[in-house]
């Protein structure tokens, strides 16, 4: 039987040639995504001058030619700020993300094939971290012990293990029950081998879609400790510490508050949108 052009094209158009079902507003939430990572690479070598550098005489300055989101609070290029926050906001979230739910999805795979004491130690024991709010355990440990990057990324990954843990531990137990895993442990298959090869390829899909809402997660919450003051600290600035250092000219409409806020609001959303308009493929949970 051959394909008729017609058939081809539409095949094309809606992706499912190659399996996969594109979605433009998802496209668009990954080109923004993509666009602040380069952003986070590039920033020391795209940046139009110092972050520290005074170069307007009127602090909260507005746009202009020169300064394309103006001044901040003491007459700096917020621009050139905002492009080096985001190798704090994307770098430190992004790793605390990676190690929270690559942490909480081996953790979760081992509880539910091995079960017994070692599933009850480890579910009772998250279930307590995971009892203490998370702002709360974030502003405890950054001031007690500080606020440098490595502690900031391991703050956040603590808080977040539990989490992952939990829904990773939940989809694990489901296809546990399943006949095929049966089979595989009548083989005589080894708990790594079903870990890696049965449980993992069937998971993966929503594992990733919850890595994207812990990502956004991760952010709004170090954001708000930059906010409070106990995030990244002085010389260095992520967007929170943007927002804090110029709430000032929040009365006065200063484009110095408005673009990290914007900065926030733009990765955050098109990551909700890139995890909502995901193919189809991606989140099929069965294995094809």
Do not use: H
């Not at 843990?165 to 694990?172: E, N, S, T």
């Amino acid at each position: 039987m051959t394909m008729t052009s017609s058939e081809t094209t539409s095949g094309r158009l809606s992706g499912t040639r190659f399996g996969y079902r594109f979605n433009i507003v998802g496209a668009i939430g990954f080109t923004v995504i993509l666009l602040w990572a380069l952003v986070a690479i590039f920033a020391p070598w795209v940046i139009p001058y110092p972050v520290g550098e005074i170069i307007d005489l009127d602090y909260f300055g507005p746009m202009s030619r020169e300064l394309w989101f103006g001044s901040d609070y003491l007459g700096r290029d917020m621009l050139s700020r905002i492009l080096m926050g985001a190798r704090y906001t994307v770098g430190i979230s992004l790793a605390a993300v990676t190690i929270a739910c690559f942490s909480g999805v081996v953790l979760g795979m081992i509880a539910a094939v091995a079960g017994g004491w070692l599933d009850t130690i480890l579910s009772r024991f998250l279930d307590a971290l995971n009892s203490i709010p998370s702002k709360l355990f974030g502003l405890v440990v950054v001031a007690a012990v500080g606020s440098s990057v490595p502690v900031l990324i391991l703050t956040l990954s603590v808080i977040y293990i539990p989490g992952a843990y939990r829904f990773a531990r939940a989809l694990a137990v489901n296809i546990n029950a399943m006949d095929f895993i049966t089979v595989a442990r009548i083989r005589g298959e080894s708990t790594l081998y079903l870990i890696r090869s049965e449980i993992l390829p069937n998971i993966v899909g929503p594992v990733l879609a919850d890595l994207g809402i812990r990502f956004v997660f991760i952010v709004l919450l170090l954001s708000g400790l930059s906010f409070l003051g106990l995030g990244v600290q002085p010389p260095y600035a992520d967007w929170g510490a943007l927002v804090r250092e110029n709430i000032g000219g929040l009365p006065f409409g200063a484009p110095a508050v408005m673009f990290p806020s914007l900065a926030i609001a733009s990765l955050t959303i098109s990551v909700n949108l890139l995890i909502d308009n995901l193919p189809q493929k991606i989140r099929d949970r069965s294995v094809s």
